[in-house]
């Protein structure tokens, strides 16, 4: 069985940065193309970021800029560096593969950006 542990979250003031991780095991995750998504209170969840198993990568235009994804498939692991943090990234942020059979949701990663 699959499980997926998102790390990294944290209440940062506006202009801060960090840096989220998920880990995955079960999986032969180099196999996967992955995605970091994130829900707001309120709204429906959304991707930010995505890289394929080859490395080509992508983001959503209101993260674009501020936000790198990467991965390290020895560590089975894909992290989300974040700078430049808005308010309006306050969120709950996951991590799934990007197959039309996602696997169970981990529990998420808190972002908090306040002053």
């Known amino acids: 069985q699959v499980r997926v542990v998102e790390s990294g979250g944290d209440l940062v003031q506006p202009g801060g940065s960090l840096n989220l991780s998920c880990t995955a095991s079960?999986?032969?995750?180099?196999?996967?193309?992955m995605g970091w998504y994130r829900q707001a209170p309120g709204k429906q969840r959304e991707l930010v970021a995505t890289?394929?198993?080859?490395?080509?990568?992508d983001y959503a235009d209101s993260v674009k800029g501020r936000f790198t994804i990467s991965r390290d498939n020895a560590k089975k692991t894909v992290y989300l560096q974040m700078n430049s943090l808005k308010p309006e990234d306050t969120a709950l942020y996951y991590c799934?593969?990007?197959?039309?059979?996602?696997?169970?949701w981990g529990q998420g990663t808190q972002v908090t950006v306040s002053s």
């Open positions: 799934n593969n990007l197959s039309v059979k996602p696997w169970d």
């Open positions: 079960g999986i032969v995750f180099s196999m996967y193309h």
């Open positions: 890289i394929t198993n080859r490395g080509s990568i």
